[in-house]
């Protein structure tokens, strides 16, 4: 992860330097090396993937790609979202994410849960079913993340995830299966920890965003500090709203979307968002930037 950008963009290396320095430890070569089961471990997994892509990020404006008009980030990408923002700098958001990661791996120790992924219910349904287990069990399931018409993730303790993943079933569910995941983001089992993230998000200095930046909790712009600290504080609890996230911006005119970091999945989400029209016509494009093959084609699309 990074690898590629590290050897052969100085822009995205001075990245992965300076992260190596704030941490003092060899995160780059983590990222590039492994081992897996340590880099699965999400007090590494969250610097590691907040740390590429802001190197992906530096390298496309290395390359002369400008501030874009809008940004988001699902879960953590929001922290990258606020440094393209310039609403944060990288060395204080990476050191806010490594303490994000610290405590949600505390949360999931002293709250063990899980989370699950279920394909083809709508989040009304999803809503209804999750408080039916919760009724059924005692125990807490709630919906984590609307990633796109017909496909949720839910999140909570085990027993109520079990539940509600029978429900989903009988309901119609397409796929309804756990995810190789040690935590329950995004549920309120995350709270045994939200007070000491609020701490850390009040000692870490925040500006205005110098372009809209659109929250997770809310799906609209985050316009000053105490709405960005607001936001990433109700996030540890709160479902990721990205379909109507992607949906705001859509509302705004917005019709080229990048995704930076190691992976592609947004891109993938955003087409099930935004379908392509029975024409065929392309209305909405997405582009893929997590290497530094997806950094040149990135440029060569956008300045052609």
């Known amino acids: 992860m990074g690898r590629d950008l590290f050897a052969h963009e100085p822009a995205a290396r001075a990245v ?90 505390l949360a999931g120790e002293r709250n063990p849960g899980g989370m699950a992924a279920v394909i083809g219910l709508n989040r009304a349904t999803l809503d209804d079913i999750c408080a039916q287990a919760s009724t059924q069990t005692g125990q807490s399931v709630q919906v984590a993340n609307d990633n796109c018409p017909g496909q949720i993730v839910i999140s909570g303790h085990r027993a109520a995830l079990a539940a509600a993943l029978d429900l989903a079933k009988e309901r119609g569910a397409r796929r309804a299966v756990p995810l190789a995941v040690s935590i329950a ?50 996030q540890l609890t709160s479902p990721v709203a990205w379909t109507d996230s992607v949906r705001t911006m859509l509302a705004q005119g917005v019709t080229t979307f990048i995704e930076i970091g190691p992976k592609d999945v947004l891109t993938g989400l955003l087409k099930r968002i935004d379908p392509p029209p029975a024409s065929g016509s392309l209305t909405v494009r997405g582009l893929a930037a997590g290497d530094r093959a997806g950094v040149e084609a990135v440029v060569d699309t956008l300045t052609a």
């Not at 709270?191 to 870490?204: C, E, G, Y």
């Open 16 to 105: 992965f330097d300076e992260a190596d320095s704030i941490l003092h430890v060899a995160l780059s070569r983590l990222c590039f090396d492994g081992p897996e089961t340590e880099l699965n471990d999400t007090y590494n997994t969250q610097p590691a993937v907040f740390v590429t892509s802001v190197a992906v990020l530096r390298a496309l404006e290395a390359r002369g790609i400008g501030r874009p008009a809008f940004v988001a980030g699902h879960s953590l990408g929001e922290f990258s979202a606020l440094v393209a923002a310039g609403a944060v700098s990288f060395a204080d958001a990476l050191r806010l994410v490594r303490e994000r990661g610290r405590l949600m791996k």
């Open 185 to 234: 983001a995004h549920s309120e089992l995350m709270s045994v920890v939200a007070d000491d993230f609020r701490q850390a998000l009040a000692a870490t200095p925040f500006s205005p965003p110098q372009v809209p930046v659109i929250g997770n909790v809310s799906a609209q712009p985050l316009t000053d500090v105490a709405a960005i600290r607001a936001d990433l504080g109700a």
